[in-house]
């Protein structure tokens, strides 16, 4: 079975991306691969800031982050906690990027760190019960990684 591409996102980004809150990730250089990736997360330097930015993201949506302790153990995990589908990329000063300064979650920056926003669907996080596993989506052919840092 071909291995799929990551994604790599800093802590908690990649939780927000596999719980369908963010649905876009801001990235240095465009990508034209559409399909299946990893979602990989790792430590960041940032973790409270992002969580905070996420919080707030999530009230203005409606979503409770924290009903159960899924999103809790997602944000606390190294490594695989999900995956999703890239579907599109953008670049951000483009006059037909369809998504707004708000919509990517900047951590209140003024300026986006990253020139392009990769779009993201069909988000699924791994199981955080103990004991329960879940087989990955089906693998396409092996692409580069791709990162995004903090």
């Known amino acids: 079975m071909p291995e799929l ?27 034209p691969y559409r399909g299946q990736v990893a979602v990989i997360q790792e430590a ?11 919080i707030n993201a999530a009230h203005r949506a409606g979503v409770n982050l ?23 990329c953008w670049r951000l000063d483009s006059p037909r990027c369809p998504f707004g300064y708000d919509a990517h979650f900047n951590l209140g920056q003024d300026r986006p760190p990253y020139s392009y926003l990769w ?7 791994i199981p955080m019960e103990p004991g329960r ?6 693998a396409r052919p092996a692409q580069a990684v ?5």
């Open 44 to 54: 960041s330097q940032r973790f409270t800031p992002s969580q905070r930015c996420l």
């Open 119 to 125: 779009v993201l669907a069909g988000a699924q996080p």
């Open 66 to 88: 924290f009903n159960g302790t899924a999103y809790i153990r997602l944000c606390l995990a190294r490594g695989l906690v999900g995956w999703a589908e890239v579907v599109d």
């Open 133 to 138: 596993t879940q087989t990955p989506p089906p």
């Open 146 to 150: 791709m990162f995004a840092g903090d």
């Open 5 to 31: 591409p990551s994604l790599i996102l800093p802590a908690p980004w990649g939780a927000a991306v596999v719980i369908g809150l963010v649905r876009a990730a801001l990235q240095p250089r465009p990508t």
